[in-house]
Each structure stands twice: as structure tokens, then as C-alpha cells.
């Protein structure tokens, strides 16, 4: 059981490239997140979701793409990288009904030049 | 949308002294408030959470308190222990917004000896 699995754990662009950051959970939860650390910013949801096949915009979604095409992957998608993107990026997961508790992947940490 | 503030953002205590760390939130629809550590390049980590039936609720040498009227809720750390320090985040989450977890910009636990 290895819980939320994210790769790669570090990465490196150059502004205007493309990406996905990977994630991957084996508890067979229903819904799943990405957030951004950025310092003195706490966690932001960038993007959610309940469900295969479904998905929806969270706090800061602007430059990022999701797709939810099975329970267990929910890949995160940087259409074209800018330095504003520079950040550590976590995904989570939880079961499905109120007030689960969260699981935090170990996370990426990303940097744009 | 809901607003989660933090206070204080750094914390420095003498080992075997009590922490306390508060947070305030805008939404009266909240009713998930969870607490979570994170370590120095790790995950966040769930260690105490608390619903909105329930004012109190205690685990060994960590408590949370929460005062739906004022909208304010609390992380108390008793005898506190040079592996305590790290980063605290307290979140909350209104019903029926699945996975829309709302995180404070965090707390930074310093534990001397």
C-alpha cells in the first residue's frame, strides 16, 4: 500500500514549456487534489476532483489542465510553464462523504526558469 | 469564498512549555477544521481534526478546540518536545464542497531546549 504517489519529485524548465506531474493513489478514494505550496502562502487548490471523469477548477487554476480518466491516476497538466509556476506542488486524496481526511503525496517541487 | 486566517506565523517555545496557535475562518457553512504538520521538505500531515457537532477533542499531548459562534479554533501542544517544531496548518471546509479544503498560511513551531 503505498498511498499518493507523485512523480517526478524534482523538475526544471525553461519558461513556455510543458508538462504533467504525475499522481497516484492505491486507497481506491474517490476524490483527489492538486495544491501549491508557495512560502508564507499556505496550501491553494488548483484543481479537484469527486470522481472519474470529473473534475473541477479550484482556487488558482489559471496555466494548469486535469484529467481524471480512472480512480487511481489524476494527472496535472502545465500548458506552457512561467516562473510564476515555480512552487512545490502536492496532491491528495481522500474517500468520498464528508469531513475524510486528506493524504498528502510527497510532492514535486518545480522550477521555472 | 471561505477565508482561513493564522496566527501567530512563527512560535518559539521552551521545550516543555505549552503551544498555542489560532485560527479564524469567514464561512458560518464550515464544519471540517483539520490541523496538519509538516516537517522540513515533507508532506503535510494530518494530526488532529475536529467537527462542528463536537467543541473539544484531545489526543495525548495535542488538542483542538473550536468556537462555531466566534468562528475560531485552536491547536493546543502540551509539554512540547524539540520534535514538535515544524510547520502548522490549520484548513476548514464548508459542507458539501468535497474536497475544497481552505488552508491558514501556517505556523512555524520552534522548540528550544
Known amino acids: 500500500n503505498a498511498g499518493v504517489t507523485q512523480t517526478p519529485k524534482f523538475q526544471v524548465l525553461k519558461t513556455g514549456q510543458s508538462m504533467t506531474l504525475q499522481c497516484a493513489q492505491d486507497?481506491?478514494?474517490?476524490?483527489m487534489s492538486w495544491y501549491r505550496q508557495d512560502p508564507g502562502m499556505g496550501l491553494r487548490l488548483i484543481h479537484y476532483?469527486?470522481?472519474?471523469?470529473?473534475?473541477d477548477q479550484g482556487e488558482v487554476p489559471n496555466g494548469y489542465n486535469v484529467s481524471r480518466s480512472t480512480t487511481e491516476d489524476f494527472p496535472l497538466r502545465l500548458l506552457s510553464a512561467a516562473p510564476s509556476q515555480t512552487s512545490v506542488y502536492f496532491c491528495?486524496?481522500?474517500?468520498?462523504?464528508?469531513?475524510?481526511?486528506?493524504?498528502f503525496g510527497d510532492g514535486t517541487r518545480l522550477s521555472i526558469l | 469564498g471561505e477565508n482561513v486566517e493564522q496566527h501567530p506565523s512563527t512560535l518559539s517555545v521552551q521545550e516543555g512549555d505549552s503551544a498555542v496557535i489560532k485560527c479564524t475562518y469567514s464561512d458560518s457553512a464550515s464544519n471540517y477544521f483539520p490541523w496538519y504538520k509538516q516537517e522540513l521538505g515533507k508532506r503535510p500531515q494530518l494530526i488532529i481534526d475536529i467537527r462542528s457537532n463536537v467543541g473539544e477533542k484531545k489526543d495525548q499531548r495535542i488538542a483542538v478546540t473550536l468556537n462555531k459562534t466566534a468562528k475560531h479554533f485552536s491547536l493546543h501542544i502540551t509539554e512540547t518536545q524539540p520534535e514538535d517544531s515544524a510547520v502548522y496548518f490549520c484548513?476548514?471546509?464548508?459542507?458539501?464542497?468535497?474536497?475544497?479544503?481552505?488552508f491558514g498560511t501556517g505556523t512555524r513551531l520552534q522548540v528550544t531546549l
Open positions: 476532483s469527486v470522481g472519474a471523469g470529473i473534475t
Open positions: 484548513a476548514a471546509s464548508p459542507t458539501g464542497t468535497a474536497s475544497k479544503l481552505t
Open positions: 491528495a486524496s481522500r474517500l468520498g462523504g464528508f469531513n475524510q481526511p486528506q493524504h
Open positions: 486507497m481506491n478514494h474517490e476524490y
